[in-house]
């Protein structure tokens, strides 16, 4: 099982520095109660998985979340695509032969998912699990494709279009997981929450 990678991409929950579009409809405060809801639910569902968990921070490094128990890192890089691509160079680095990323704002996603994105891993060599704004939730791949990360439109509808366009250029397989929704507006989190 040391063979698989969970890499978890986080930010320390801040007023004013996370979930900073749920803020301008109901404020710091409460994007921030969102965000703690969320970072809780990714804990929930990573906690006992079987694999190496390494949480990346976005800011600082908290020695004292609820993060403990995993191996704890730093992104590096000066956008998403920058910081993701160097994850997986580290993880592959260390021996990984499958990597799974995720972040942490998703409250759709199981344990589940995970273990199937691993699984899609053993047939197919990336695995994506589609959000329904036109990005991911989830990428795995089963070695380091550092065109995947590189002039892509981060936080852009079409960001998973180009991506899977990207591997077929490239001629390599993908698996689609089922398609969930992130939670990026108040609205998104209303509707997660009366279901």
Request: proline residues 4%; charged residues 25%; glycine residues 6%.
């Amino acid at each position: 099982m040391a063979d698989r990678h969970l890499i978890i991409f986080v930010k320390n929950p801040i007023p004013g520095t996370v979930k900073t579009r749920i803020a301008r409809t109901v404020g710091n405060e409460r994007a921030v109660q969102v965000y703690r809801h969320l970072l809780q639910h990714t804990q929930q569902i990573t906690r006992l998985l079987p694999w190496p968990r390494v949480v990346y921070y976005g800011d600082f490094i908290n020695s004292n979340d609820g993060w403990n128990g995993y191996q704890k890192r730093l992104q590096a890089g000066n956008d998403l695509g920058e910081r993701m691509l160097a994850a997986f160079r580290e993880q592959f680095a260390e021996g990984a032969r499958q990597v799974v990323i995720i972040g942490s704002d998703c409250l759709a996603i199981t344990a589940d998912h995970l273990r199937q994105a691993f699984s899609a891993l053993d047939e197919a060599d990336v695995v994506i699990g589609p959000a329904t704004d036109g990005g991911y939730y989830l990428l795995g791949m089963n070695a380091l494709h550092s065109f995947l990360f590189e002039k892509m439109p981060w936080s852009q509808p079409e960001l998973r279009q180009l991506t899977e366009l990207a591997l077929q250029q490239n001629n390599l397989t993908f698996e689609r997981l089922e398609e969930l929704t992130d939670i990026d507006e108040w609205s998104d989190y209303e509707r997660v929450s009366s279901t």
